[in-house]
């Protein structure tokens, strides 16, 4: 009875238990209990069989003048049947040696049948399914601490084991099947099984030593969760996500730390993209004094223009430290011209970026209709927040039920051109696709992109793995729910020195590792060696977003740096040993 999860026991009670579960396996699904009855008829007709043959046997050897024993036709038939054939009792005549064939045929067939069905179904799969119900974990040892528990394994869940396996942190999925435990053990994954409602799974799961709960199912069994959390770790942090606004307050209520209206974060963000087309220096996070914001490059004006032509920082005080475009990150350089097209990243204070707008940002004016697909959640809060900032929107939705605003709305399958086309495919400036299917979103990326090749694509992506696809379909920006949901949650891990930019796209804060004490960004070579960006340097109480690149790093110094997730990586690889 082991595993990383596995609660210790006394090896009588493996036995037991692994006993009960080879009996309990014969008749636990309908295509068992069917295996059971056909198992049955097949011993019923070797039993006819056996007769039978025994009988003519008996006819055919007192033809021959032969005489033997009902024991000795039992004897005779077994034998045949099962090929040994050892030729003490033969026939003589004709008749005889044709039956001995059909017993050797009948019998071959009937036990290859028979033997290796009963061994199989009744034998080895329950052997190996009792094997693994019996090394299925329940419950986390006593030297573990400082995990994070998960109720289930979706698609914020996997993003999330993943960041956290980057930094060496655990994880423990609970699922309350053991069946299903077994495939996600072999896939790597930390898991013990218990039901949701019971205080000692929580118990055994060690949630009151744990850095975080989070659970992403229902808002009902959410709300269940965090109540039977709460009464084993009453200070535990919990995250939860709803599906509902009324679902916030009840879920705050059981105790939730933290719920995330996953859906309207990802609307208003896809929203977000949508307006940044009037060229304005939006907001996206901040560090102490420091302000992170991003704007579209072709909106501002300084598509095709160089920035030592521009000559930003001394205008405004700020810097274009990136540019994202389709899932790419550039650095902008100050000789060559900017993109006609992507996201510019930039750093600055609330001043700097007042001056920006005021020198770069076009009038709302010019931004055309945005046609949003899916009504949704997703779709939903993306509207709501173009519609909060004045900005012209359709909704295109095949479901009427799900229908919110009649005179802004059309109903029916955007995979139709004729539909797309009623909905202003021709005339807007911006497709948001919001679906939750990530194959109707790619199909719609492409199609879209078909017949509108100068259209902004914002696409929404379910899984992390299928953004890179939407990209390469004609999405300019995807929003992946996965990666907001789990980057959302390791915030709260890492005291929210994590800010997400755009998909993939994130500018992280960190103390100076030591292997960077001393040293001087001039010299350091970290753009060189990882791909990362200093976009400012910390001290003390102040971050300074211009720092001069030969003073060498402190100890107490912190860096913000700004790199899509394989350059964070390369990163934390080369440079982030122990912190100092």
């Excluded at 060496?168 to 609970?174: F, L, Q, S, T, Y």
Aim: charged share 20%.
């Amino acid at each position: 009875c082991g595993g990383w999860y596995a609660a210790p026991q006394a090896p009588r009670q493996c036995v037991m238990r692994f006993l009960v579960a080879i009996l309990a396996s014969t008749v636990r699904t309908h295509r068992q209990r069917r295996n059971l009855r056909l198992l049955a008829w097949l011993g019923l007709t070797f039993a006819v069989l056996l007769v039978g043959f025994s009988l003519i046997f008996h006819w055919l050897m007192a033809r021959e003048g032969q005489e033997h024993s009902w024991v000795t036709a039992v004897y005779w038939t077994f034998v045949t049947m099962s090929t040994l054939g050892f030729g003490d009792i033969t026939f003589t005549s004709d008749a005889g040696r044709l039956f001995t064939i059909v017993v050797l045929i009948t019998g071959t067939v009937f036990l290859l049948v028979l033997l290796p069905f009963s061994f199989i179904q009744f034998f080895f799969l329950p052997w190996m399914e009792a094997s693994e119900v019996a090394d299925t974990p329940r419950a986390v040892p006593n030297d573990i601490h400082g995990h994070v528990v998960l109720t289930q394994l979706g698609p914020i869940e996997e993003t999330l084991v993943r960041l956290l396996s980057a930094e060496g942190g655990e994880h423990g999925v609970i699922v309350p099947d053991a069946a299903a435990a077994g495939p996600l053990l072999d896939s790597g994954y930390r898991v013990m099984v218990g039901p949701f409602d019971d205080p000692d799974t929580y118990r055994h799961a060690r949630v009151a030593e744990a850095r975080l709960v989070a659970t992403t199912l229902s808002d009902t069994a959410n709300t269940n969760v965090t109540f039977t959390v709460r009464e084993v770790a009453p200070n535990v942090p919990i995250v939860a996500t709803a599906s509902s606004e009324a679902s916030v307050d009840i879920l705050t209520m059981a105790g939730c730390t933290q719920v995330m209206q996953l859906g309207r974060m990802l609307g208003e963000a896809m929203a977000r993209r949508v307006l940044g087309r009037d060229g304005r220096a939006r907001v996206v996070g901040q560090f102490d004094d420091l302000l992170i914001a991003e704007a579209s490059v072709a909106a501002s004006g300084l598509a095709g223009k160089t920035l030592a032509e521009v000559d930003l920082h001394a205008r405004t005080g700020v810097n274009a430290v990136g540019i994202w475009h389709r899932g790419a990150l550039t650095i902008p350089s100050a000789a060559e011209p900017l993109p006609t097209s992507g996201l510019l990243v930039l750093a600055g204070g609330r001043v700097g970026l007042q001056q920006y707008d005021a020198a770069f940002a076009r009038s709302d004016t010019e931004a055309g209709e945005t046609l949003i697909i899916g009504g949704g959640r997703v779709g939903r809060a993306a509207a709501a927040a173009l519609a909060s900032e004045g900005r012209s929107w359709r909704l295109l939705e095949k479901d009427p039920s799900r229908i919110r605003w009649p005179d802004r709305s059309v109903v029916g399958d955007a995979a139709r051109r004729d539909v797309l086309e009623r909905a202003g495919i021709g005339d807007c400036s911006t497709v948001a696709i919001t679906t939750r299917d990530d194959d109707m979103n790619i199909y719609l990326a492409l199609y879209c992109r078909k017949l509108r090749p100068d259209v902004q694509i914002i696409a929404r992506s379910t899984r992390e793995r299928n953004v890179e696809t939407l990209h390469r379909a004609g999405a300019d920006f995807v929003m992946s729910y996965a990666t907001t949901g789990a980057t959302a949650i390791a915030n709260l891990l890492r005291r929210v020195d994590i800010l997400m930019v755009a998909e993939g796209l994130h500018v992280f804060r960190l103390d100076t590792p030591r292997a960077l004490v001393g040293q001087s960004l001039e010299k350091a070579g970290i753009r060189e060696a990882t791909g990362c960006t200093v976009v400012a340097v910390g001290k003390a109480d102040h971050v300074d977003g211009s720092p001069d690149l030969r003073e060498p790093l402190t100890a107490d110094s912190e860096l913000v740096l700004l790199g899509d997730v394989a350059s964070e990586h390369r990163f934390m690889e080369r440079f982030a040993g122990p912190r100092c």
